[in-house]
Structure formats: C-alpha cells, structure tokens
C-alpha cells in the first residue's frame, strides 16, 4: 500500500463515518474492505490461511461498492472469514474476487 491508497474514519454525528482513497476502482474496492474488517475488528492482527472466490452482479459502480461491502460483511459474520486482501477484477456490470484472509475468526469480531 502508498500514500495513493488509505482509509481513515471521519468524525460523523450519526456515528461511524469512513473514507477511502485508491488510484483505481479495484483498488478502492480492497481498501473499502480493508477499512470494514479493521473496524469490525477493532484493528486486530489478522492471518492469511484461507482463500475465497466471489462474484458480483450490480447495476452500476455505487451498487457494486455496496454488494461488495456486502459480502465482506456476510464472510466474515456468517462464515467467519475476514479478508486481508483480494484480486478483484472489474466486469461491465459486477466483479469477480479472489480473496485471502483468515478463516475462523468469528471470536475476532467486536460487537460492543
């Protein structure tokens, strides 16, 4: 990651706020999912020893970041995978992924 490539979190009066810079779509995508997992987990060391394969259909480029927050979401709440990082490749209308991160880490996910 360079200085072309960040997140950080933005004081927000309704709570949690994040904003995250990249050179390229892909890139920012990874970074997005990057910032959820670190707040998810409260910043906690995480361990490659797992992959996954994603794919996305979405209507435009805001409902491709959604679905794909989304999904983050659902492997790592549901499945208890929390990425480091990912391949993404852009399609017209949705994305593929191939994901790393470490497979069950349920325990590593602050709720409070």
Partial sequence: MDALTGHCQVE????????????SEAELL??????LIEVMTES????ADGEQRVRIDAL????RLVRWLNEVLVLATLDGFLLTDAKI???ALGLTAE????TQA???????
């Fill in 12 to 23: 927000h009066p309704a709570g949690l706020r994040l904003r995250f810079w990249a050179p």
């Fill in 30 to 35: 990874e970074e997005a999912a990057r910032a």
């Fill in 44 to 47: 906690a060391a995480l361990t």
């Fill in 60 to 63: 435009d480029d805001g409902d």
């Fill in 89 to 91: 490749r852009l399609h």
């Fill in 99 to 102: 994901l790393r991160g470490q």
């Fill in 106 to 112: 349920t325990a590593l996910i602050r709720t409070e």
